[in-house]
């Protein structure tokens, strides 16, 4: 094997191998840990009994908020997302499927994380999804605010080569800064860190949702430069929501094999989600998002998918929250169709040879 196909090591090149100490129960920060767990799944924290049970979709949370710019808070989100729902996701109307009775899902809790160390936190994140992402499992990320997509995308990315991933990023900011006042780490930075450490080819990175008054031209600039492809707010005004996902699909598959779904729930209009950071007037309507995921998980290969930047403290009555819950659990159920269908959902490492370079693969099944 030469050098250009050897498996990467994002961990080394990021900095995220260092030799870290573990903190156990009682010692671990007060807002992480799993006091109820994803859609009252079972809870799966050994990395042996998760390799040995071999689930389909593994939940994990990635505490960190460290990377904020404007308002904090989104460490507490994994929490708030796991318990914003009256229901276990029994069946799904939209998708006519008892997800779990096609699916087997677990929740392998919380990143390892601690305050004020945001290095620390990613190395931290990047070894629980790692550890997951080797299993065969898609990893479902529930943040945090979006600087923890760097190292989940980063080792779905390490856990699936030679196969290629493509991201679809829904956001209302590209988070495409060289840096935050000088930090690179930071939430306004983790898909220009992706796209220069090579973890993600620029071509097969697309936005969608973006409005308001950030990037400026020159961030643009270095979008276009390295080939990354968005569609603004207003196309998706103009054009309608349905056809801009279509664009999205082919644009990120263009090469790719499968998709990472990155969903910044500030894309949605703070009257739908309020409970976040840095919120955008004018945005999507919750329903146009979910149907959007349902969609897209429902016609391509998912490798993964993270869900950020919910903030409780800004949150009124759980809206937020429980349409962080419901971007997860309607990728479950298109999951779950996909399986029933016959469509593979697990991947395999040792698997065959990926498609040729550029070929891609083809969107199959149907989404809602």
């Not at 010692?27 to 809870?43: I, K």
């Not at 629980?128 to 080792?155: C, F, M, N, Q, Y």
């Not at 910044?264 to 209009?269: E, F, R, S």
């Amino acid at each position: 094997m030469t050098d250009e196909h050897a498996r990467p090591d994002f961990a080394q090149l990021n900095g995220w191998d260092r030799p870290y100490e573990v903190f156990h129960r009682p010692e671990v920060p007060a807002y992480t840990g799993v006091t109820l767990s994803f859609c009252n799944r079972p809870l799966v924290e050994d990395p042996v009994e998760l390799a040995r049970k071999a689930p389909d979709v593994v939940i994990v949370g990635a505490p960190v908020d460290e990377g904020v710019s404007y308002r904090p808070g989104a460490r507490f989100g994994p929490r708030a997302i796991r318990q914003a729902s009256y229901t276990h996701g029994g069946y799904s109307l939209q998708l006519d499927i008892s997800p779990f009775e096609h699916l087997s899902v677990v929740d392998a809790g919380d990143a390892n994380v601690a305050p004020g160390a945001i290095d620390r936190g990613h190395a931290m994140v990047f070894r629980k999804v790692l550890e997951v992402a080797r299993t065969g499992a898609i990893p479902i990320v529930l943040g945090g605010d979006h600087s923890i997509t760097w190292p989940s995308a980063s080792a779905v990315a390490e856990a699936r080569h030679p196969h290629s991933v493509g991201i679809v990023h829904f956001d209302a900011h590209a988070d495409t800064a060289n840096d935050d006042w000088g930090v690179l780490a930071g939430h306004g930075t983790p898909m220009r860190r992706l796209i220069e450490s090579g973890a993600i080819d620029g071509r097969n990175f697309v936005q969608v949702g973006l409005r308001g008054y950030w990037p400026p031209p020159a961030v643009f600039a270095w979008m276009k430069e390295h080939g990354l492809r968005w569609h603004l707010m207003r196309e998706i005004e103009e054009r309608g929501a349905e056809a801009v996902i279509d664009d999205a699909i082919a644009e990120a598959l263009d090469g790719a094999d499968a998709i990472y779904l990155s969903i910044d729930i500030d894309v949605l209009d703070p009257g739908n989600a309020p409970g976040t950071g840095t919120p955008e007037p004018g945005g999507m309507l919750t329903r146009e998002l979910l149907r959007a995921i349902r969609r897209i998980v429902g016609k391509v290969p998912l490798a993964g998918m993270d869900i950020v930047e919910v903030s409780p403290p800004y949150d009124h009555a759980d809206i937020t929250a429980a349409a962080a819950h419901r971007c997860a659990l309607e990728a479950i159920s298109a999951l779950a169709v996909r399986k029933r269908d016959g469509l593979p959902v697990r991947f395999t490492p040792s698997d065959a040879t990926p498609p040729e370079a550029g070929q891609g693969v083809r969107a199959t099944g149907a989404g809602g």
